[in-house]
């Protein structure tokens, strides 16, 4: 079964097109990748399916129900079963790590202090950083960012993760450790997800399908390995340049 | 067909005007979102005593110095003016009514839009460049009830309190004024203070800062909530903040002075 369908869906700012067209699926389970070089619509497309922006035109169906055509209570009822990690893991800073993972929990669910206490602890032992539960964002290097912030995400057992750029400014070892982190949590709580990346060693442990962005149009859809091994001009250009900034 | 080359031209003669116009009619509907929310649970009692409390410790220290200064020098600049027309008896009054009536609700409400509103500003433009609010409302928690209903309310309620505060000190400030140039014992300053105090005096500038709280709190959260391009836009937030939060509290006391003055004469 398929988790979300993006139908024709096209969005412009000004007279820049950003998305032309672009229709895809995710199935249960199944990690997309979206690729793309900067400006080719991949963090638009997700700010299209949480709702934070409108699209022109098209339909974006979640579980078969139309996300467009909901009211913002419909939404919200969404959006509790959609994680997002956003590029610079937007963590609150005014809060603690502790604070910031209680937050979704508090306000949208009836769990017992105990029973969140108990889901800040697993989630913290999932991503490796038990010890930084007291600790400010701004204490927490990048890469901890991302692991609280994913942490932040996983929290409240969502059915689809959206990540943006979730290796962006890290170092290669982070951004296998991140990635990796990805996989098992797709293994271990059968979550699907869309990864927007331009990252190549991120998407090559990721991805189980892959799709590639080129001025707002889907230019590859397919399997990760097909599409390295493409002989597309562009695509073995931006492969053979993005292998270049990875090693 | 004319009229429309006219305003066409009108406007673009004066892009700032326009933008005023603009910025007053977004604020206005933001404003107007506040009473749509603030009635909605949840309601976030605890963020707001949180931010009444970071308010009130923030600007104690400010409208302490202010509040003082404010009474010792209207009484030392008054004083000879009173003594030349032979009303000097009179300071103790003047002193107090004019604290009470305008100077304390207007100078705590400017200093309050300086120090708070520029802080709530900067903030939420930070929050909202650093993908904080839409983090929250992909959360499915509603950010305009969280970070903006409760600041704007904890000014509303927070701004009273203090010039309350700052009304007692200048009061106080006054009396130190009156008492070292003439030796005015406190129990004789004071009975003349209460002498000539009246209820419609203490109302409208009491129930005028309420309004004063709620415009510092709406547009240092309007600018921050919608602000754009990076950290610049962070600093422009934070300084328009306070330059829109000081006009449209003079220009509310404008309207408020005479409707109070009808209302409680």
């Not at chain 1, 169906?61 to 419909?74: V, Y």
Request: glycine residues 8%; proline residues 3%.
């Amino acid at each position: 079964m398929d988790i979300i369908e993006i139908i024709n869906l096209s969005k412009s700012f000004d007279d820049l097109v950003v998305l032309d067209d672009v229709s895809l699926k995710v199935k249960d389970g199944e990690n997309l990748v979206v690729f793309g070089k900067s400006g080719s619509g991949k963090s638009v497309l997700l700010k299209c399916i949480v709702g934070l922006m409108e699209p022109d035109s098209g339909d974006i169906l979640f579980e078969g129900k139309s996300i467009l055509k909901m009211n913002i209570d419909e939404l919200n009822e969404v959006r509790k079963h959609i994680g997002f990690l956003f590029q610079g893991s937007a963590l609150y800073d005014s809060m603690t790590v502790r604070e910031n993972l209680e937050f979704p929990l508090v306000r949208n669910f009836n769990f017992s202090e105990k029973e969140r206490e108990e889901k800040v602890k697993a989630v913290l032992e999932k991503v490796g950083l038990s010890d930084a539960i007291d600790k400010m964002p701004a204490e927490l290097s990048g890469g901890m960012k991302k692991r609280i912030g994913l942490a932040r995400t996983i929290i409240t057992e969502p059915e689809l993760i959206l990540y943006d750029e979730p290796t962006t400014g890290l170092d290669p070892i982070t951004t296998k450790e991140i990635s990796q982190l990805v996989v098992e949590l797709q293994k271990d709580l059968k979550v699907s997800a869309i990864v927007v990346t331009h990252d190549l060693i991120c998407a090559q442990i990721v991805a189980d399908h892959a799709v590639v962005l080129k001025d707002g149009k889907i230019r590859y859809q397919g399997e990760m390995k097909q599409l390295t091994e493409a002989d597309d001009p562009f695509l073995k250009n931006f492969f053979r340049s993005e292998v270049f900034e990875t090693t | 067909m004319e009229l429309t080359k006219q305003k066409t031209n009108f406007l673009s003669f004066s892009p700032a005007l326009t933008e005023f116009f603009t910025t007053v009619a977004e604020l206005s509907l933001f404003s107007l979102r506040f009473f749509k929310e603030v009635f909605v649970p949840p309601y976030e009692f605890g963020e707001v005593k949180k931010h009444m409390d970071e308010l009130g410790i923030k600007t104690m220290p400010i409208v302490t110095v202010t509040g003082f200064i404010i009474g010792l020098v209207l009484a030392m600049q008054s004083q000879p003016v009173m003594e030349r027309f032979g009303a000097e008896s009179y300071l103790p009054s003047m002193v107090a009514l004019s604290v009470v009536r305008e100077l304390g609700p207007v100078l705590t409400a400017l200093i309050f839009a300086g120090r708070v509103s520029s802080g709530i500003g900067a903030e939420l433009g930070s929050m909202r460049v650093t993908e904080q609010i839409d983090a929250m409302e992909v959360s499915a928690i509603n950010p305009y009830k969280f970070l903006v209903v409760t600041r704007i309310l904890a000014c509303t309620l927070i701004l009273p309190i203090l010039t309350c505060y700052v009304n007692f000190l200048a009061v106080i400030g006054g009396w130190i004024a009156i008492y070292l140039s003439t030796g005015t014992s406190f129990e004789l300053y004071t009975n003349a203070v209460f002498n000539s105090l009246q209820f419609s005096d203490l109302i409208p500038g009491f129930l005028k800062t309420f309004v004063f709280g709620f415009i510092v709190g709406a547009v240092g959260a309007y600018k921050g909530y919608n602000a754009s391009n990076g950290t610049v836009g962070v600093g422009k937030a934070s300084t328009s903040s306070v330059v829109t939060a000081s006009l449209l509290i003079l220009l509310v006391d404008m309207v408020l002075v005479k409707v109070t003055v009808w209302l409680w004469t």
